[in-house]
C-alpha cells in the first residue's frame, strides 16, 4: 500500500530498514555520531542522512555534551504506531472471543436438535 | 494458480489474529457472511450491533454498525468496505474503512485518529475446519508499515528507560 512519503510522518521514518536498524542500535544509549559509524558499519554521510530525518520526526533527539552531540531515542513518537498495533489485536481479539461465544451457542443448539 | 497477492504468505509487517472458534467451518462462515448473525458479534461484549448490510460478492459492499454502550456515550460508528475475494468456507477478503451511515467513507482523522491511521485497510479472514464442532479462524491485516514486533520491542526499552530514568530522579 503506497503511503505518502511525508518526513514528518513517524510511520514513513521506521518503514525504512536502516533508519530501524539506527533506532535499534541508538535504543537504551546516548551515542555520538562516530559511535553509531562504527556500530553500523556504514559510511557517516549515509548515518548522518538517517539521523537527520529521525529528527524531523521527533524519534530521535541530540544533547550537546561540550564538543560532543549525543544522539539518543526519543520512543514518544512511536506512541501512536503502538497504540495502532495493540488496538488492532485488542479489537480483534474481543471481537472474535464475542463471536465464539454466540457461535458455541449455536453450535450447541444444532448439535442438540440432529445428535449424531 | 492464482498470483494475487493475497496467495502469498504473510510478511512480517503484517497484523495477525488467530482464535479457535468452538463451531463448525458452516457456522463461522455464517458468523461473517449473515448479516443476522454479523450482527450478533459486531460490538462491545453483550451489545448486538444495530444494523448490518451484505452484498456477498466479489465487487459488493458492507456495512456494519457498532454502538458504543451507553456509559461511553452511545453513539453509532460505521464500517464499510468491499469483498476482493469469497471463496465459501474458505476465505474473505475485503478493504475496511470508516464510514458514515450511508458508506461515504470517512477520514480517521475527521474523527480525531492520528494522522498516520490508514484510511483504508485490507483483511483477510480464513477459515480452516479442524472438526465438525471447531474451527481455526486467522484475521489478517496487511501492508502495515511496519513490524508488530519492532514497535513492541522497542516501547518496552523505552519504557524500562523511562522507569529507569524516574527512579534516579
Known amino acids: 500500500m503506497a503511503r505518502p512519503t511525508s ?10 530498514p536502516r533508519r530501524r536498524r539506527v533506532l535499534e542500535t541508538l535504543a537504551g544509549k546516548e551515542l555520538p555520531v562516530n559511535d553509531l559509524v562504527g556500530l553500523l558499519g556504514w559510511n557517516q554521510p549515509v548515518v548522518s542522512k538517517h ?18 552531540r549525543l544522539y539518543s531515542l526519543q520512543g514518544e513518537q512511536l506512541k501512536p504506531i503502538h497504540d495502532w498495533v495493540t488496538n488492532f489485536e485488542q479489537f480483534w481479539g474481543e471481537r472474535l472471543d464475542v463471536m465464539n461465544d454466540y457461535l458455541r451457542d449455536m453450535q450447541k443448539r444444532e448439535e442438540k436438535k440432529s445428535p449424531k | 494458480m492464482s498470483t494475487s497477492p493475497s496467495s502469498m504468505p504473510p510478511k512480517k509487517e503484517d497484523l495477525v489474529v488467530t482464535r479457535i472458534i468452538d463451531a463448525s467451518v458452516e457456522l463461522a462462515w455464517k458468523a461473517w457472511t449473515d448479516p443476522e448473525h454479523v450482527m450478533r458479534w459486531w460490538g462491545p461484549k453483550y451489545y448486538a450491533s444495530p444494523s448490518c448490510k451484505i452484498d456477498l460478492r466479489e465487487g459488493g459492499k458492507f456495512l456494519f454498525c457498532m454502538r458504543a454502550p451507553q456509559d461511553q456515550g452511545g453513539q453509532d460508528m460505521y464500517n464499510t468496505g468491499v469483498y476482493l475475494r469469497i471463496v465459501p468456507m474458505q476465505r474473505l477478503e475485503f478493504t475496511m474503512s470508516l464510514s458514515d451511515k450511508e458508506g461515504n467513507v470517512i477520514d480517521p482523522a475527521a474523527i480525531g485518529m492520528p494522522a498516520e491511521f490508514p484510511k483504508e485497510v485490507r483483511m483477510v ?40 530514568a524516574v527512579s534516579l530522579k
Open chain 1, 51 to 68: 539521523l537527520g530525518v529521525l529528527r524531523e520526526v521527533g524519534l530521535v533527539s541530540v544533547r550537546h555534551d561540550g564538543r560532543q
Open chain 2, 125 to 164: 479472514i480464513e477459515f480452516k475446519s479442524i472438526r465438525d464442532d471447531m474451527t481455526e479462524l486467522t484475521v489478517t491485516e496487511y501492508d502495515w508499515p511496519v513490524s508488530p514486533m519492532f514497535v513492541y520491542a522497542l516501547a518496552g526499552m523505552q519504557q524500562s528507560i523511562d522507569k529507569l
Open chain 1, 7 to 16: 518526513t514528518l510522518d513517524p510511520f514513513a521514518a521506521v518503514a525504512e
